[in-house]
């Protein structure tokens, strides 16, 4: 085993699904479950008890927790020691939705944390669409965001995961009938809650122009976590990151729609100024996510 291993490990420890856990490793369902029974197979002993609802750790997977939280940091503090990290101090702010707050940093913050010491951390949560302004203003010193689909002059970017966008329903009675999904969402007819801005609305407008269609919008909301919230009360059908989905109080309210148009995911990573790659607090960052998304995978 190695730590890449054990990372991903303690992910789904964390975690306790198996779903999210692949998000959050940037790994596929199929690959994070070969790694874990990789690791089974070593310790000769299953890490977690499953059933078709929930994960739980098993006692082995409680001491072995114990020990991949101790390997890791141990590694860490080798590493932090070996390349001089206490050069690296000052401020970091960093910019993130709750979802990927939740999702795609917990990781990455830790091993900052653990190799940069001195650095002070600044977070802040708000809606996904506002990152990219908020680094071109020079606000914030990083952000995790959807990719904009066309190079900025002075920005940087770093791919971190692809979130596909799913189509929802409430799941009401006639929820999913009203919307016309029997024999395929027809968009010219199922009222629409849609987000006021951002990547999703421009994907789907650009389909709607496509296939020529006029959409019977509903309303407009600002957030993908208010859309959840507008279609279970029944408002209409809305269209969300699945990975916003998975982490929604409201995921077992509203049902997916299966037979909906396929839109083009997108890419979520990190965005940050040339100019604030400069600063060694920013770099080591980056460096850290460079490393984790070019880390080897399962094939």
Known sequence: MDIRELEIFLTVADLLHFGRASQACNLSPSALTRTIQRLEDQVEQPLFLRDNRTVALSPAGERFR??????????????????????????LSIYASITAVYSLLPQLLESYRASFPEVQLELRTGAAEQAVALVQSGEIDLAVAPLPERQLSGVETLPMVTIPLLFIAPKLPGGLAAAGTEEGLDLSRAPLVLPQTGLSRRRLDQWLREHRITPNISSEVSGNEAIIAMVRLGCGVGI?????????????????VSNAPRLEPYEVGLCSSRRNLQRPSVRAFWGLAQERTAAPRTP
């Open 240 to 256: 969300v990151p699945e990975l916003v989905l998975e982490r929604s109080p409201f995921r077992d309210e509203v049902s997916v």
């Open 66 to 91: 114990a020990y991949a939280r101790l390997a890791t940091q141990e590694w860490r503090s080798f590493r932090a020691s070996t390349r001089n990290e206490q050069a690296v101090a000052g401020t």
